[in-house]
């Protein structure tokens, strides 16, 4: 049995330690907003936070979180987060998602990213690019995201 907190809440699952994170969220939590992707971490679908980090949830172990905080797409909609909801008002307003599977790990990466730089700094075009370089979106609506981010760190200002 192992205690996960993951949105603000205790969850005690009962799982092999080597589980992956995205499982335990998505098959013992029933938090599905989190997606499967490749299952290598490569293509960024599966981002959860794990500490206020981006990471890849398809690979991390459950036993990696103990003692850490890990917080899905589901904690960045509830207007509690100003960056998650920051972002989320970007993505509506910049018309970013397509088909949206990738969404909720482009989301997910967008809002680590904004919440590590500094309050009030403005992000550069590359330091943009840099951050969401692992994340893949077959539709091609990268330049939108783009513009997503950017006009939602102006927001945060």
């Known amino acids: 049995m192992i205690t996960l907190n993951v949105n603000g809440q205790q969850h005690k699952v009962d799982t092999d330690p080597s589980t992956p994170i995205l499982w335990a969220l998505r098959d013992t939590l029933l938090l599905t907003g989190t997606k499967f992707g490749c299952g290598a971490a490569l293509c960024g679908a599966c981002t959860v936070h794990l500490d206020g980090q981006a990471i890849r949830s398809c690979v991390t172990p459950i036993s990696a979180a103990a003692n850490k905080k890990i917080t ?51 992000p550069t075009a590359a330091q943009i690019d840099s951050a969401m370089a692992g994340n893949i979106c077959r539709c091609g609506t990268y330049a939108r995201i783009h513009a997503a981010i950017a006009d939602a760190a102006r927001a945060l200002t």
């Open 72 to 122: 899905t797409i589901e904690a960045t909609t509830d207007g509690k987060d100003r960056v998650g909801s920051a972002v989320h008002a970007a993505w509506v307003k910049h018309d970013v998602a397509q088909c949206g599977y990738c969404q909720s790990g482009q989301i997910m990466s967008a809002t680590a990213f904004l919440k590590s730089l500094p309050r009030g700094k403005q």
